[in-house]
């Protein structure tokens, strides 16, 4: 605690805050053009200025922590003076369009002009030609542009892209793409959603609707299991069309949360339906015949728990094969550590200063944990320990040490990790017999990680003190995954690495404490909900039945943070839905979120309704989302298997894994995200398959066929293939032995 | 005539006015009887019926011929809206900044606008349903382009409550620009058209 005082009167701060910081949390208004919470003060406007008594000239307050008894002036006439001089210079030959930019009036430029009334040009420079620049989804113009630099800080501090950099050049400054004429980048959209004036604006919404015309719906992402908060922005389609109404865009509270390029730019994955009566009949008719239900986890944990009311009502069977996994794993994960769920989060995650990622491509497979691994990277210089078979570009300019060890032989790298990170920690016997008892040689020589590797682990952590294990998706699906769990459970229990399993989709983690899976047996008459079945009911492509998608829908999921997050009705639904199902089967509710408050309080939850959740941040940044699960104990009687044979994978691999900004169905249906789903391999392995460039392929056990495509970032014998369009979760391990045979067009 | 004897209301020889011949009153039946025949039959009322006749045939008409003839209205009248073009290049003045829509109070205004291939805002469809109209003005007052106006055309009926007009309806055709059609409205900001209206010298 540091006390000092601002305009008189006594403020405290904590250690590491700036004047600024303490200031608005006392309440006090310091006017602001290029700061951004999230990131490190970017110190570029000078709007922030205020006088200290300890020196004469004036200081910025966003980037200067106080000092005990420091007297701070936040308001005199020699500040306004500066303030609006700068006010003066940041209006001079700004393009006067604000009729028709896309701010529309939420334009802190505009705002803050207003504020120091600026209303004359009391200088002048030439004014030169700087032509909107068209960046795919990202539409720039330089004119507008203040040169605040809080794009340039998010995507190198938060998102980790450092695509744009600012070119000066005086007058002619502007943001470019860094290294590359056009941007080439992942396309999180981070970058316009910061920009405080016009300048970086989605070209897929520019033009077509203004700020005060689109109704707001607060609502969670429904793309993968961060569950991140946005907001989906509606208004009707067009005049000429009709008046249905139309998601128009997707905007976050930015100065506290992220969102990656799925959750804002694929957003239009609603589906239509009308009352068919019809086919109402035919759909309970199936429910009621049904033997099991095979069902995905991109569902609310509402219509979850309609589907385990069916299942005690009726005995039918529950398939979900990716939550089962995600089950399995969480138990045996239990098992050992004596906790229903784990200890890490994002929010830990970005908080670390060491991380190790295991078994999993968390760029594409989870980008809200990239974002937290980039920012612990850049924010408290996090050692980034990097363990997996391929190599990820997208991650590289984070990685301290990247650990590359064979397709199939994780269970004895965690082995070798849990014995590093276990030196010296007070353990049971069993235990360190356990450890003692591994054979070194062996696993080393076949995950092909060597001692040396593990030694440097220990090295890059020895000075840690907020460290966090993440593991991966691969790990969920693999043949030895209890046991994975259970040593993953022990580093959770033994040290103080807290750990962050990920989970896939947006509600993996509600399904797998709601429903009892079975596991999936060939079995006739098998309802489809939002999967495959010989009926199927769903909310993607193709479906007997169509019943809202996630943006149509009200209802909860459960995040990877055990978090409970509120989805609303961005598009309306004019069908039938899985509670209109259930009312005529005898499961009774007036509505789907009439289940809220019935969602198992054994398995952490907390009864409340759904309208009594909230889903905001608070203006200091508190997450008032929803609720975090309670942990629950659990039996700690797990014991752990000794690791023998390590599964080998020859050949050419194939690793499902989806391209940047595809998740799944729903995505692969958005009109803006790009839908690449070829197959990619390096020069390597293209030369072992036999292939060359663009030719097309049949995967051997896989539908439809691929264009190979000889990817220069990629390495060794494993190529990417990318899994989005697949309707079912049941995959599997992640890598595979695949057989390509090449079709002649 | 002048206004100064009408001043004088006494009847005198000065004064513009005298009085008028009234016969007597009939006072018996018989005389009530002798005005009733003498007005019926002395062919006054052919009179008035040969003026009707010799007006009909001579086809020289007073009044105005509506619908086929219109009074002209004043500048200031609020009918149905126009969309005017711009005078040096024929651009629409329209920006699509949506205040219109924004201020109508009977929320009759629509458009659609998007991004067009000079990166310049473009509205695509503009529309007022004039059954909701209530001919307040504000759009025009709001308008920061004088792109809106209302203009003289005030006939809209219609069999149904909700009619539209449409952008085409209410923009300026190019050929009554180039010919001088358009009309231009005083206030503030309007300009007056003649040649030395030129597009704006653009110094790249
Ligand atoms: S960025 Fe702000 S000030 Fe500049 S044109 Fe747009 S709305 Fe106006
Ligand atoms: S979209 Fe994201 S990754 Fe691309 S430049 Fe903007 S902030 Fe960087
Ligand atoms: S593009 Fe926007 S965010 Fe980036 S420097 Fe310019 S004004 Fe700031
Ligand atoms: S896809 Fe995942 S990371 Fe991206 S916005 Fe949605 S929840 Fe967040
Ligand atoms: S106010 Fe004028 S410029 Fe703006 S949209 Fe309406 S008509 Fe167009
Ligand atoms: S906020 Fe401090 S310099 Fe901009």
Redesign the pocket.
Known sequence: MIEFTINNQPVCAQKGETILQAARKAGFYIPTMCYLEKTTPCASCRLCVVEVDSTDGLILSCQTPPTAGLAVTINSDRLEKERTNIMKLYDVNHPLECGVCDKSGACDLQNKTLEFAVSAQNFSAKEQHRPVQHWGLINYDPALCILCEKCTHVCNEIIGDDAITLQFGGYKSAVVPKNSDVLDCTFCGECIAVCPVGALVSSNFQYTANAWELHQVPST?A??S???S?TYEVKHASIATGTKEKIYRVTNNFEVAT??G??RFGFDFDVHATKDEELFTKAVEAFKNSKAIRFSSIITNEEALILQRLKEKFGVKLFNEEARAYQSFMAAFGSVSGKNSFSGSLESIAQSDAVIVLGGRVSTD???VRYAITTAARHNGAKVIYMHPLEDELMQNVITQMVKYEAGSEEGVIAMLAKTLLNGCDVSDEIQSFLNGLDEGYLCAESNVGDEEFAQISKTLIRAKRKTLVVGLDILNHKNSANIAKLCGLIEMATDFSVVVISQHVNTVGVSLICDLDSDKPTDNVVGYNASGDFTVGSMGVCDMLVPALNSQEGTVTSLNYQVLSMNVAIGFEGYCLNDIANELGIREVNTIDYTSQLPIQKGFKGVDFDSLSNFYGPLGEDNRGYILEMMDVACDGVIDDVCQLPEYNGTIAYACNPVNQ?NIYTAHTTQLEKDNALRGSAQFAIAARLAHGDRVTIEGHVGTKTFIIDETLKGTIALNPFYEESTANRGYRFEKIKLTKVES | MHVEPLQDRNVSELSAYYYVDIPDYPETGWDKFKQVMKRTFKGELFVGLWVVLREMIKFDIHTVKYPLEKLPIGPRYRAVHKLLRLWESGFERCIGCGLCEKICISDCIRMDTRIDENSRKEVTEYSINLGRCIFCGYCAEVCPELAIVHGERYENGSEQRAHFVIKDDMLTPLDWLTSGQQQEYPGFGAITPNESVKSTPLAY
């Open positions: 992402c793309h993968c961060a569950g991140c946005l969102l990656c799925a959750g989870n980008p809200a998740f």
